[in-house]
């Protein structure tokens, strides 16, 4: 089992910045990539930012792609997302998943969620 726990959520105004962060604790933390999605209220749940077990290989969409940045620290057991220029449209609740396979997370497909931070960005 692992267990996740975001943080770092709040409101901004729109050009700002947050970090984020997902805290595990359970099973071995460097064993697993971690990705971050979001939902926005009445959407679906997209996919922003994922990174391998060793941290040396990103994929981030579209959408997001040289604004928000995803990193690990498995000495600290944590991944962060680092998002900058925000924008209203990223307006959302941020959760990050933990799963063996990187390509099962890009899916969606993940046993392990957090419960989610909210992200505000004001206009």
């Known amino acids: 089992q692992v267990q996740l726990v975001e943080s770092g959520g709040g409101l901004v105004q729109t050009g700002g910045s947050l970090r984020l962060s997902c805290a595990a604790s359970g099973r071995t933390f460097s064993s697993y990539a971690m990705a971050w999605f979001r939902q926005a209220q009445g959407s679906e749940r997209e996919f922003v930012a994922a990174i391998t077990w060793s941290g040396g290989s990103t994929v981030t969409a579209d959408l997001v792609k040289g604004r928000f940045v995803i990193s690990r620290d498995n000495a600290k057991n944590t991944v962060y997302l680092q998002m900058n220029s925000l924008k209203p449209e990223d307006t959302a609740v941020y959760y990050c998943?933990?799963?063996?396979?990187?390509?099962?997370?890009?899916?969606?497909?993940?046993?392990?969620w957090g419960q989610g931070t909210q992200v505000t960005v004001s206009s």
């Open positions: 998943a933990a799963d063996e396979l990187l390509w099962r997370l890009r899916r969606g497909v993940s046993d392990y």
